[in-house]
């Protein structure tokens, strides 16, 4: 792995890997080995002006010198790295600086500095949890705000499907008003047509009952003509014989008086 990042030129990477070395070695005990690693480590991330990981691999450093006997090199390496921890701003990195500064002192029996690190290692981590304790907070609330919202948009989804339902059933019924109102117009209208259609049929045979009853006078009328017609014949036919009867008897009166005996 070492000798592939220095192939690909990564030289964070490669710091970090450096440095990781270094701390393989101090767990085993071996101070003086892990040393050079966290040179290297802390001179390409000076090269590479990344101080974000240099507070850490500074107090790997000054750990060595103290293990070494280099008390002086040790202090100047511890107060570089808080110097840095305090140029970037980093709370976090800055409270373990403390933390590591105030054993420093302890060890080497300088207690007043001890107790001011160990003191100013308090006021970070209480700080820190101070801002973590916010963050948890504006977190959950977060949280609590994204679940309030998911239930009201879960209450806004139901009450759009209520009334997407009420939308629905008021269509529908109006869809079936309309239905009625149709069937109902049509209705009235086959009863008026129907009625209408009766009228005229009621007019017409109204009327053709008028032309019989009209035609049933005329040829009542007519027939009335002919008897009175057929009485004037019969009456002069027997008028006729009447007359023909007498001459015949006055006939018969008159051959009897005028035949010789």
Known sequence: TLTLLQKVNKPLNLAL?????????????????SLPYYLKSGHILDSINDQSYTPTVLCNIAECYDLGKDFQKAELTYKKAEAISKDIDNIKILNHVYFKIA??????????????????????????FSVEKEEIQK????????????????ILQKENTLSAEKIREQRLFSYFIIFCLV?????????????????????????????????????????????EKQKEIIDSINYAKRIQVALLANKEILDSNLDPE
Request: proline share 0%.
């Open 17 to 33: 890997l450096y440095n990781n070395i270094g701390n393989t070695y101090k767990y085993q005990g071996k101070h003086l080995m």
């Open 103 to 128: 054993g420093f002192y302890q060890n080497n029996k300088k207690y007043k500095e001890a107790n001011d690190y160990l003191h100013q290692y308090i006021s970070t981590n209480e700080s820190i």
């Open 139 to 154: 977190e959950l609330n977060t949280k609590y705000q994204t679940e309030q919202k998911e239930q009201e948009n879960v």
């Open 183 to 227: 069937l109902a117009i049509g209705l009235v209208f086959f009863i008026f047509r129907n009625y209408r259609m009766k009228q005229r049929a009621n007019l017409l045979i109204t009327k053709q009952k008028q032309e019989v009853e009209e035609q049933k006078q005329l040829v009542e009328e007519k027939n009335h003509l002919i008897e």
